[in-house]
């Protein structure tokens, strides 16, 4: 287990819905139950699968992102987030070479694997396919040959024997182990993933679903082979950023399943600047901490809890209280749906909420947005001077706003630009999560508008 000898490996698809997350969930049930410390990693922006991964593996999840990251930042996510673990797991997004654009790989599992120097388990599904499935494979070997591709998990057989004939098929073509296979009609199917899903994930109500799935996966995986797959060289990483000083302030931030997506690195950058998080909730009836110089509500899903977040009026009012004194605050998404006026939820039901953005926000049963934003903030945004950060935009509300102005900042995507969000005087809200590691400085300017109120306590 020691030496320089280090394992990691990519879960990647030939597209979407090829049951990618049952395979990377599965090992990493699988492998702990062996009594391996497992590490998990999402490629992309997406904060539900590492939701999942968290939940199995015990360890936080992490997002690698070549878009919203470099990739010294990429490689230094990867090595510090797999310290203390015997086997990584990167679970991918779409199909291998699905990015940012049609043309290059920037953004893809491919680059990914590139860049953090991870082999690659090819996962296929084999309804309906023998021989062809060897053709597959091969495309995908030959498409970008930086991509190493060390082994294949063939899905959806219709049977042991359909396993062997994909099997036959793919290691006389490609030269490359098949090293498992999943039933067609496996009856361990991943509930369907949706917001309202991941507070029972939370709350361990799927624990005995994921460790089923362990147990089935090793039955049908060759879990010491893929061991031995997993097997590269340690990567190696320089910190993507070195405070030149730091800030003693105390910033409270809102944890628990009503708000409980951040970016681990944003949380890690504050802290690796001086600051102190104290954790709170409002959903169990905690106000916000006494002698704490800002504030950060996350994304999470307020909607699904908005019945019990409007019974807490003190803690509403103590959210309020702490704004309107000036407290530094950021609200991303469900923090900022949050301190709206209220919440009107799919089934026509209002909830009032924090008050202290006027409008409110209506849910819809579909997605209303999604995708990356470079941000640049409006004049006057304590975050922002003349530079701008990346995020991510993913939420199924709209905010009907009352005044027309106090615009947060402006949002560029492949639709274009628009101005977004709200802002008043130190609070900075609107639906963009914000990756930290993109831009530095934001994380300064905080901390300096936390130490001037701690300035004029």
Same mark, same amino acid.
């Given at each position: 287990?020691?030496?320089?000898?280090v394992?990691?490996?990519? +879960?990647?698809?030939? #597209? =979407?819905?090829?049951?990618?997350?049952?395979?990377?969930? %599965?090992? $990493?049930?699988? *492998?702990?139950? @062996?009594?391996?410390?497992?590490?998990?990693?999402?490629?992309?922006?997406?904060?539900?699968?590492?939701?999942?991964?968290?939940?199995?593996?015990?360890r936080?999840?992490?997002?690698?992102?070549s878009?919203?990251?470099?990739?010294?930042?990429?490689?230094h +996510?990867?090595s510090? #987030? =797999?310290?203390?673990?015997?086997?990584?797991?990167?679970? %991918?997004? $779409?199909?291998? *070479?699905?990015? @940012?654009?049609?043309?290059?790989?920037?953004?893809?599992?491919?680059?990914?694997?590139?860049?953090?120097?991870?082999?690659?388990?090819?996962?296929?599904?084999?309804?309906?396919?023998?021989?062809?499935?060897?053709?597959?494979?091969?495309?995908?070997?030959?498409?970008?040959?930086?991509?190493?591709?060390?082994?294949?998990?063939?899905?959806?057989? %219709?049977?042991?024997?359909? *396993?062997?004939?994909?099997?036959?098929?793919?290691?006389?073509?490609?030269?490359?182990?098949?090293v498992?296979?999943?039933?067609?009609?496996?009856?361990?199917?991943?509930?369907?993933?949706?917001?309202?899903?991941?507070?029972?994930?939370?709350?361990?109500?799927?624990?005995?679903?994921?460790?089923?799935?362990?147990?089935?996966?090793?039955?049908?995986?060759?879990?010491?082979?893929?061991?031995?797959?997993?097997?590269?060289?340690?990567?190696?990483?320089?910190?993507?950023?070195?405070?030149?000083?730091?800030?003693?302030?105390?910033?409270?931030?809102?944890?628990?399943?009503a708000?409980?997506?951040?970016?681990?690195?944003?949380?890690?950058?504050?802290?690796?600047?001086?600051?102190?998080?104290?954790?709170?909730?409002?959903?169990?009836?905690?106000?916000?901490?006494?002698?704490?110089?800002?504030l950060?509500?996350?994304?999470?899903?307020?909607?699904?809890?908005?019945?019990?977040?409007?019974?807490?009026?003190?803690?509403?009012?103590?959210?309020?209280?702490?704004?309107?004194?000036g407290?530094?605050?950021?609200?991303?998404?469900?923090?900022?749906?949050?301190?709206?006026?209220?919440?009107?939820?799919?089934?026509?039901?209002?909830?009032?909420?924090?008050?202290?953005?006027?409008?409110?926000?209506?849910?819809?049963?579909?997605?209303?947005?999604?995708?990356?934003?470079e941000?640049?903030?409006?004049?006057?945004?304590?975050?922002?001077?003349?530079?701008?950060?990346k995020?991510?935009?993913?939420?199924?509300?709209?905010?009907?706003?009352?005044?027309?102005?106090?615009?947060?900042?402006?949002?560029?995507?492949?639709?274009?630009?628009?101005?977004?969000?709200?802002?008043?005087?130190?609070?900075?809200?609107?639906?963009?999560?914000?990756?930290?590691?993109?831009?530095?400085?934001?994380?300064?300017?905080?901390?300096?508008?936390?130490?001037?109120?701690?300035?004029?306590?």
């Amino acid at each position: 287990m020691g030496g320089t000898r280090v394992r990691r490996i990519v +879960v990647a698809g030939t #597209g =979407s819905g090829v049951g990618k997350t049952t395979v990377t969930l %599965g090992l $990493m049930s699988a *492998f702990k139950q @062996k009594g391996y410390v497992v590490q998990g990693f999402k490629c992309g922006p997406d904060y539900i699968d590492p939701t999942y991964h968290t939940a199995v593996t015990g360890r936080r999840s992490r997002n690698l992102d070549s878009w919203m990251g470099n990739e010294q930042i990429v490689r230094h +996510v990867c090595s510090r #987030g =797999s310290e203390g673990a015997h086997l990584s797991i990167i679970e %991918g997004v $779409m199909g291998l *070479f699905d990015g @940012k654009r049609a043309t290059t790989n920037e953004g893809s599992t491919a680059e990914i694997s590139i860049i953090t120097e991870s082999p690659v388990l090819l996962v296929i599904d084999c309804s309906g396919m023998a021989r062809s499935a060897a053709a597959v494979v091969r495309g995908f070997q030959r498409f970008d040959e930086r991509v190493r591709i060390v082994g294949v998990i063939a899905n959806r057989v %219709g049977s042991e024997g359909h *396993f062997r004939l994909v099997k036959e098929a793919i290691e006389q073509q490609c030269g490359i182990p098949v090293v498992g296979y999943l039933l067609k009609e496996n009856d361990l199917k991943i509930p369907e993933r949706h917001l309202g899903l991941v507070p029972s994930v939370e709350r361990g109500e799927l624990q005995p679903f994921f460790e089923r799935l362990g147990k089935r996966i090793a039955q049908t995986f060759d879990l010491d082979a893929i061991w031995k797959l997993a097997e590269t060289t340690i990567l190696h990483s320089e910190p993507f950023f070195t405070p030149k000083q730091t800030y003693d302030v105390r910033i409270a931030v809102a944890k628990d399943a009503a708000f409980h997506f951040y970016y681990e690195e944003n949380l890690e950058m504050l802290q690796a600047y001086g600051a102190t998080l104290v954790y709170f909730s409002p959903l169990v009836g905690e106000c916000v901490p006494n002698d704490v110089h800002g504030l950060y509500i996350g994304g999470g899903f307020p909607e699904e809890f908005a019945a019990e977040l409007a019974r807490h009026e003190k803690v509403k009012r103590s959210v309020a209280e702490a704004i309107q004194r000036g407290l530094p605050t950021l609200a991303e998404c469900g923090g900022f749906m949050y301190l709206t006026e209220g919440i009107e939820t799919t089934d026509g039901q209002y909830y009032e909420m924090v008050g202290v953005i006027p409008g409110h926000v209506c849910m819809h049963r579909k997605l209303v947005a999604l995708g990356y934003r470079e941000v640049t903030g409006m004049e006057g945004n304590f975050l922002f001077e003349q530079d701008e950060a990346k995020g991510h935009e993913f939420h199924y509300s709209t905010f009907i706003r009352r005044e027309e102005e106090k615009f947060s900042y402006e949002a560029k995507g492949l639709r274009g630009c628009k101005r977004d969000g709200y802002m008043d005087q130190r609070l900075v809200a609107g639906y963009i999560h914000f990756y930290f590691p993109s831009n530095p400085l934001l994380v300064e300017r905080w901390l300096k508008a936390c130490c001037e109120v701690k300035g004029d306590a």
